[in-house]
């Protein structure tokens, strides 16, 4: 898994103190940049009092390789937010990678197994798509279209069905931008222990590369452990202890 912050708002922790100062007491819309404390202390009352609003103006954009199409199922249930994944109607994925759970890795049995499906699965993409390609040029699919784009509207046609019989486990990329308020909502639900291993990492990285650019907007963000007793009730992992040192941890990096 690859994560990179490609864009972000200039100056996130200003922007969003100037904000906050329009709801409460300036005079004029600011145009000069806060000091650092009253930014500290702007963000830490809108924090405190649980106003979440000012927080929209200021987005983040990620750049997302080498994760499974079943994040890629989980990260667009979230629907504060903008999404462009690699197509496999238009991709091939004649070659395509795929991400291992480390669970199955541990196991040198559940290892093989995996390790056969996913050869299995694309030597049948392979076939599938072959297959298709041949009937729809015999049958004259597109003929209408030159030469050269009717093989490629085949292409097409052919690997958009074939796709199918890839697995979840198939690799994939894609760019995401969020607001802060989203990205707050979304580590609240992935950082914690509750979420699938994958989308907890990714969701852990994405934090790490936030706190980097936005630390008093993203300080506390995290898992709700992170800030308070673990609302999970029977569903809790237990570890809130745990957790909290691996979100409180100022040397964590992003790795
Ligand atoms: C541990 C875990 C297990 C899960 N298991 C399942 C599962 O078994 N099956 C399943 O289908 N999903 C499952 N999900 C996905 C989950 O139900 C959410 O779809 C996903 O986490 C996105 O969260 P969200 O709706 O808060 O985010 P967003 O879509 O980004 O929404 C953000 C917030 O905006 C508000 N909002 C957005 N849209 C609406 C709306 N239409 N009406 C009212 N308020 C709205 C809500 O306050 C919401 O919290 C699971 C998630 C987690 C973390």
Request: contains cysteine; aromatic residues 8%.
């Amino acid at each position: 898994m690859k994560v990179t912050l490609l864009a972000y708002t200039p100056e996130p922790d200003a922007l969003v103190a100037a904000a906050a100062r329009v709801c409460y007491g300036a005079d004029a819309i600011p145009h000069e940049k806060p000091a650092a404390d009253s930014v500290e202390k702007f963000i830490n009352m809108l924090t405190e009092m649980g106003h979440e609003s000012p927080v929209e103006h200021v987005s983040f954009t990620f750049g997302i390789e080498g994760v499974s199409r079943s994040v890629l199922a989980q990260i667009t249930r979230h629907r504060i937010a903008s999404f462009s994944v690699r197509s496999q109607r238009y991709v091939s994925e004649d070659e395509f990678g795929y991400v291992t759970p480390p669970e199955i890795a541990a196991i040198p049995e559940a290892a093989e197994i995996y390790k056969r499906s996913m050869e299995r699965a694309a030597e049948d993409y392979r076939q599938l798509s072959e297959v298709l390609r041949k009937a729809k040029a015999e049958r004259g699919d597109f003929a209408q279209k030159s030469e050269k784009a009717a093989a490629k509207a085949i292409e097409k046609a052919s690997i958009e069905d074939a796709r199918y019989v890839l697995p979840n486990a198939c690799e994939t990329m894609m760019v995401v931008t969020m607001n802060a308020r989203s990205l707050y909502n979304f580590f609240r639900l992935r950082c914690c222990n509750r979420a699938q291993w994958e989308i907890r990492e990714l969701a852990r990285q994405m934090l790490m590369l936030v706190r980097e650019v936005s630390p008093a907007l993203f300080r506390k963000a995290g898992p709700p452990c992170l800030n308070g007793a673990c609302p999970e009730g029977k569903m809790s992992c237990g570890k809130a202890e745990e957790m909290r040192k691996l979100y409180t941890a100022k040397e964590q990096s992003n790795g």
